[in-house]
């Protein structure tokens, strides 16, 4: 049977990404932390709640020193919950450092659009937990759809995205998202079957960073993806 996400809450897992709508997601994590968890939110130094438009690689860094420290109650948790529209690379490095080694009773939630486009790395050490409609991170479809298709259909849905971005349908965060969730898939694949060299991660992250400069071409960058990835069997 598969476990409700208040059981699985029960389960303590170190780290966890929530997924779904924001403000019932921030509701239902609060209040799980209340009552199932006994923590108390107000005025309690051992619970830490942050909400960051882009999370960067200092916040990052305060967050690690502030959960490397001892908690003031005994045998008390420490609770952080990180709500951000998006965390950068730099960050999310940061953040997999101290999800590895995590302070004793210290226990972390992810929520936010930052969720869409976590790294695999990071997302691997997470326990995903989706509370209401299928988020971008977890519907892995269009991905899908990509690695399956020969290269002159890969090339077809690039120049359709391509043009959508210049029509302004839709928006650069759009492409990185799609190559975020080529990666998680064969990332995912690479961990149960094997088979993919370290070199296609470094080349992918690299088309990844050139993304997120506003001069760089959406085209050319999943173009090269195309060429590069795998088919999906």
């Known amino acids: 049977m598969t476990p409700k996400p208040a059981e699985i809450l029960e389960n303590n897992h170190h780290a966890y990404c929530l997924s779904g709508d924001v403000a019932n997601v921030r509701t239902y994590l609060f209040e799980t932390l209340e009552t199932k968890w ?13 909400k960051f438009e882009t999370m960067t690689v200092d916040e990052a860094r305060v967050l690690k ?3 490397a420290r001892k908690s003031f109650s005994v045998g008390g948790k420490k609770v952080f919950v990180i709500e951000a529209g998006g965390i950068t690379d730099q960050a999310q490095n940061s953040l997999l450092k101290i999800f590895e080694e995590p302070a004793e009773n ?3 939630f992810l929520l ?4 869409r486009n976590l790294i695999p790395t990071l997302t691997s050490r997470l326990l995903a937990i989706n509370l209401g409609e299928e988020s971008a991170a977890l519907d892995q479809t269009e991905a899908l759809n990509f690695l399956n298709a020969p290269l002159p259909k890969r090339l077809a849905l690039i120049k359709k995205l391509a043009d959508d971005i ?3 349908k839709k928006t650069k965060t759009d492409a990185l998202v799609l190559l975020q969730k080529i990666e998680s898939v064969l990332y995912q694949k690479a961990k149960e079957k094997g088979g993919l060299s370290g070199k296609l991660f470094e080349d992918l992250e690299m088309c990844r960073d050139y993304l997120s400069d506003r001069s760089s071409s959406v085209k050319t960058l999943l173009e090269y993806v195309a060429l590069i990835a795998p088919h999906n069997t």
């Open 166 to 168: 210049k029509d302004e």
């Open 112 to 115: 936010g659009h930052c969720v």
């Open 106 to 108: 210290t226990h972390f």
């Open 38 to 50: 006994g923590i108390r939110l107000k005025g309690n130094p051992d619970f830490y709640y942050e």
């Open 65 to 67: 020193e502030f959960q």
